[in-house]
């Protein structure tokens, strides 16, 4: 049974599909990588029940912004540096990743 992403795009039904970081997290296979997630959280209050809208060429209004492209790449350095990381360190992982526009470096 195809997902909410899946469906709503394929019947062109939704440009933007809302869902909390954790939940992005879990289905970024499932996204399009040309996509953005605007997480409509500060930096400071990122947290993984941050709401997140996804979609193509979404408007900052400033909030954090990433492409479904760096947030695999983030979690993909994660997973390679520690295969059962926790929502903790994807969250201070992204949080770098802002910051630094570099990957985190796990001790």
Known sequence: MDDLITVGRRAGLAKEVKM???DVISKLSELNELDDISI?????DLSPDAECDIGQDLQSDNKIIVSVYELEDIIL???EQKENYSESDYIRAIKFYINNDAFIEIN
Not at 40 to 44: E, L, R, T, V
């Open 20 to 22: 909390k970081l954790r």
């Open 40 to 44: 409509a959280s500060n930096y400071k």
């Open 77 to 79: 350095n994660l997973k």
